[in-house]
């Protein structure tokens, strides 16, 4: 089984977010980066593949500034066989301009699979995974919680308002992954060892033009101090009234 | 001028109701750029619902059916709709974030070879540009984005954009889209027990964690959403989703879902900064804890502090009343 897993680096889910001085974009002093916790579930299933296979071949793919090649490497710690950096100087937030550069990289590969994360926890764009698909005219199942593969065809689930859609597909394929898919192993010493040296190639990413221009990133409005209603079950009526006549949601 | 096309969402032949807020976001867009809204639905026939859109702002709604378009059809959908929006000519696509738009948007905008603005939480237009407003890191900013080319595919949070009536034509069309359903087929959806209503849709969500004590007594958590009639579901902190007393489905926060209902009662939650990502957005937040300094009062608009086991029911018993 030959599998690609595109990767982002993204700010850890635990970052206080500040506004960097261009009013754009994300103050990252300070900031701890990590590999996208949905790239996470990606790369643990590609490598269960492989092993399942008992051959194969997986090579994790980011776009990216320099740094991004710490993302790859942990990657590598984890088990995959070599890294791609697409080396951007910084990622668009035009998500097909970045499924551009990946499908470029892609084309071609003879990959039995291409897994991405759902959602890149930074951008939330939602989005690059099945881009990629369209634009190398592969079948793609997005957020899939449960993936079965065999004799050339797979069978994915994935969760939709009230219930679980099941879908069937033909491979090769992309598949964008979610959070219950598989828990991710922890890079042991030994494959942090290995992983420095494994193969990394870096080139530039071929992005083109992008289609979206950021005007400006602000932080959200407080929401304003709300109060107590009282104390215990005796609170209950006048909570219920504020609902009513001041909040007007009931 | 130019028009907008909004892409509606049905399932099991009925339009979903998030396809009002898709009328409702297309017309505005109209409005600005001085054009019409056309509205698309794809099924295998006739979808139920349908003039409800008219109803919202569509000038024109446009039946597209194909025999493999009963239930989702990713490939076909996204060539049906393309295909629409290119033969159009129109200046701006818009469709939900919901579960199958998220799947369906970025086909759709690939295959316009056009960026998607995904999960926006308001839009306009700005000096001819289609420009949003949208949540990244979790809703801990908001980026405003300008769309500079053209068409503008977008697609809209559930649940922000509230449905305005805003009655047109609605002219009804019916398209038949030659080929088949593509390469990904989806066989069904299994329901998740007792066919609940989504937390991401819900326009109440009565969300529960750790100081629930127990996953049974989650139990009054559902009498309280039954008592508001059908329009509360469920949700959960993670705390409780880890330890398996609910479905991951139910999480609310920044590795769950994001929810904007008109009124969330978060019962026995702390309020980390991961539970508060995912309902910041709220129109209105009630917070039941024992103890008062939990930082979920921080973002509550009514807190009662106490024994949510002597809350709870009290406030079930008064919905009730209420809802006669
Ligand atoms: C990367 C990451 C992602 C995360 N993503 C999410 C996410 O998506 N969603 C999420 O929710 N969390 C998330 N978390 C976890 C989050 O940090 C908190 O640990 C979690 O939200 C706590 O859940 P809780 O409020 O149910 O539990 P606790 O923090 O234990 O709070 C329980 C509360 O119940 C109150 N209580 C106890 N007994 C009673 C009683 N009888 N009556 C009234 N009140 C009572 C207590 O005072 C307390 O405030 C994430 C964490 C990380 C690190
Ligand atoms: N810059 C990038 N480099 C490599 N993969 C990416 C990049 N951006 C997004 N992806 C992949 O696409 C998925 C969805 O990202 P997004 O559409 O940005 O939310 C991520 O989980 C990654 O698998």
């Excluded at chain 1, 420095?196 to 190639?201: A, D, I, R």
Aim: glycine letters at 12%.
């Amino acid at each position: 089984m030959k599998i690609a897993v595109c990767i982002k680096r993204v700010a850890d889910s635990e970052t206080r977010v500040k506004i960097a001085a261009d009013g754009k974009s994300l103050d990252d002093a300070g900031v701890k980066f990590i590999l996208n916790p949905y790239d996470e579930f990606a790369v643990e299933e590609a490598l269960r593949r492989k092993e399942q296979a008992g051959a194969g071949e997986v090579v994790v793919i980011a776009c990216g500034p320099q740094t991004s090649q710490e993302t790859i490497r942990t990657a590598l710690a984890m088990g995959a066989d070599r890294g791609v950096l697409l080396e951007a100087a910084s990622v668009p937030a035009d998500g097909l301009a970045v499924a551009r550069a990946l499908a470029a990289e892609l084309q071609g590969g003879g990959y039995d699979l291409i897994l991405f994360g759902k959602v890149a926890i930074d951008d939330s764009n939602h989005q690059v995974g099945p881009m990629v698909a369209e634009l190398l005219d592969l079948p793609c199942v997005t957020c899939a919680a449960h993936l079965d593969l065999a004799g050339g065809r797979g069978t994915a689930e994935r969760e939709v308002e009230g219930g679980m859609e099941e879908v069937e597909f033909p491979l090769p394929a992309v598949i964008t992954v979610d959070k219950g898919l598989n828990e991710p192993r922890y890079p042991a010493l030994k494959g942090i060892m290995a992983a420095k040296k494994k193969p990394l190639e870096v080139k530039p990413a071929a992005l083109g033009t992008a289609g979206l221009e950021i005007v400006a990133m602000t932080l959200p409005p407080e929401r304003k101090e709300g109060r107590i209603v009282g104390e215990g079950a005796a609170a209950v009526p006048a909570l219920l009234q504020l609902l009513r006549e001041e909040a007007k949601v009931l | 001028m130019s028009h907008v096309l909004a892409v509606l969402e049905q399932r099991d032949g009925s339009l979903r109701k998030v396809s009002h807020e898709v009328v409702t976001g297309a017309r505005r867009l109209a409005d600005a750029l001085g054009g019409e809204v056309h509205a698309l639905v794809l099924g295998a026939g006739a979808i139920s619902g349908t003039d409800a859109a008219g109803r919202f702002g569509a000038d024109k709604v446009i039946t597209a059916t194909n025999a493999g378009f009963a239930q989702y059809a990713p490939e076909g959908y996204a060539r049906a709709a393309a295909e629409r929006a290119k033969a159009g000519g129109y200046g701006a696509v818009v469709l939900a974030a919901s579960a199958q738009g998220k799947d369906l948007a970025p086909r759709v905008a690939a295959k316009l070879g056009m960026p998607l603005a995904a999960d926006v939480t308001d839009l306009a237009v700005e000096g001819g540009a289609v420009v949003v407003t949208r949540p990244v890191y979790a809703g801990k900013a908001l980026l405003k984005v300008k769309v500079t080319a053209g068409p503008a595919v977008v697609s809209l949070r559930p649940n922000v954009f509230t449905p305005v009536e805003r009655p047109k034509a609605g002219a009804a069309e019916t398209v038949v889209v030659p080929g088949d359903g593509g390469r990904v087929v989806v066989k069904g959806i299994k329901a998740a027990a007792g066919g609940a209503l989504d937390v991401a849709e819900a326009p109440i969500v009565v969300s529960g964690g750790r100081g629930l004590k127990e996953p049974a007594n989650f139990k009054l958590l559902e009498e309280l959403a039954q008592a508001f009639g059908g329009k509360a579901a469920v949700g959960a902190s993670r705390a409780v989703v880890d330890a398996g007393w609910r479905p991951h489905g139910d999480q609310v926060g920044q590795t769950g879902k994001t929810v904007s209902p008109s009124l969330y009662v978060a019962v026995g939650i702390s309020g980390a900064i991961q539970h508060l990502a995912g309902m910041r957005t709220a129109k209105v937040i009630v917070a039941i804890n024992k103890d008062k300094d939990a930082p979920i009062f921080k973002v509550a608009d009514y807190g009662i502090v106490g024994d949510l086991f002597e809350i709870v029911p009290k406030l079930t018993e008064e919905i009730r009343k209420l809802n006669g």
